[in-house]
């Protein structure tokens, strides 16, 4: 069903790269979020009404926050879709991002509203007045918002919207406080137990605990968040397999956007290649890469030895002492300098993020101990940094 509304109202929707066609899908998916959840707010809010349901009203104005986030959606995706100016050179992507954020804390404030009308209900407790037309309505609910879920969550796949995900998510959550309410409604009818203000505490922190895990999603990218690692191996491995790289590492992603990101990397090249040739190497995989993955890629070139067997073999050394060290460490930008009574090994070492200062210095001083029993006149000169990628 999804992909038939997809094709039957957006024009050129497979052409997911096109500005206009992912402003598109925004609009379509906000549209729809708010067409079902007004539906479902005016069904459960009467029904609440009729049943005196604390847990029922609750769940209505959670899904009228739902249709205020489609529109806070539809507002965000239209202004990330606005193009790069003076102030914004970058453009305006991370709209996207700042809308989800509003979304969550909307969720937020529906959560903390439900949590204490609901712990009123447990201190003064009201009847519950059951009908079979009100479970059956709610039912009809779960089955929609299952729905929106995989919709929301199909479209923001397929044009990586953040927005649309954290919908996503929010209708799933929807399914579970739905379904906890339709329990209250059989438990007081069958046991004559009313469970409705508990259930309401219930409703209220599985919508706090979306609430804060879009936020959490949200504010990652606003804050620089680690490269995914598939994206850092899908990159790193295209690029390598260009004739006239040897080897990758520095891979930074910076992210204004689901549609605008931009990246920089240091690709090691043999010492003896002419500058030319490795200038006509990297202008082709920066090219490549705008057109396969979206990503404006600047590179960076590394000439490391490939002529010097002891350079070589002197690196190969180092590293597996590293990697005996910690298997998730490892070195790039290799140098060795010969000076009349020492010879300097210039490296700058990868650490992963949990290192403290005492232990940085620990491994370096093995490394250091480790170095000089291959040949006393090896003097290290170490760069230490942290890894870039998530784990």
């Not at 609440?48 to 769940?59: F, K, V, W, Y």
């Not at 929010?170 to 379904?179: G, R």
């Not at 191996?233 to 040897?246: A, M, N, P, Q, V």
């Not at 005996?324 to 490892?330: C, N, P, R, T, Y």
Request: hydrophobic share 45%; charged share 20%.
């Amino acid at each position: 069903m999804t992909d038939y509304l997809v094709k039957k109202f957006i024009k050129d929707y497979d052409k997911v790269e096109n500005m206009q066609v992912r402003t598109s899908y925004g609009t379509f998916a906000s549209v729809v979020g708010m067409i079902c959840n007004l539906l479902l707010f005016i069904a459960k809010i009467s029904i609440g009404i009729l049943t005196a349901s604390i847990s029922i009203m609750a769940d209505a104005f959670n899904n009228l926050s739902d249709a205020a986030s489609s529109v806070i959606g539809f507002a965000g995706v239209k202004l990330a879709a606005r193009p790069a100016d003076k102030e914004h050179p970058f453009g305006h992507g991370r709209y996207e991002y700042i809308a989800a954020l509003v979304v969550a804390f909307l969720i937020l404030q529906v959560g903390f509203t439900c949590f204490k009308n609901a712990f009123m209900k447990i201190i003064h407790p009201e009847e519950i007045r059951f009908s079979y037309i009100s479970v059956c309505i709610l039912l009809l609910s779960v089955g929609m918002k299952i729905w929106l879920s995989f919709f929301n969550r199909k479209l923001g796949n397929r044009i990586n919207s953040s927005v649309m995900k954290a919908t996503a998510a929010d209708a799933l959550s929807d399914v579970f406080v739905t379904s906890a309410t339709i329990v209250s409604l059989v438990v007081a009818h069958v046991f004559g137990i009313n469970i409705d203000g508990y259930m309401g505490v219930v409703v209220s922190v599985f919508v706090l605990i979306a609430g804060f895990n879009i936020a959490k999603d949200t504010l990652e990218p606003l804050m620089g968040a680690a490269i995914d690692k598939d994206l850092y191996d899908r990159l790193t491995k295209k690029i390598e397999s260009y004739e006239g790289i040897i080897g990758t590492h520095d891979l930074v992603v910076h992210n204004y956007g689901p549609s605008h990101t931009r990246a920089t990397i240091h690709c090691e090249v043999p010492n003896d290649i002419a500058l030319e040739s490795a200038h006509e190497i990297i202008d082709q995989i920066e090219r490549d890469i705008l057109k396969q993955e979206n990503i404006l890629l600047v590179i960076h070139l590394d000439p490391v030895e490939v002529n010097d067997g002891r350079v070589m073999e002197l690196k190969q050394n180092i590293s597996d002492i590293i990697k005996g060290i910690d298997e998730k460490a490892s070195i790039h930008d290799f140098r060795m300098v010969t000076c009349e009574t020492q010879i300097n090994l210039i490296f700058e070492l990868v650490l992963p993020y949990g290192y403290t200062k005492a232990m940085e210095q620990a491994f370096l001083l093995r490394i250091l101990e480790e170095v000089r029993m291959l040949d006393s006149r090896y003097q290290c000169v170490i760069s230490v940094e942290n890894s870039l990628v998530s784990e």
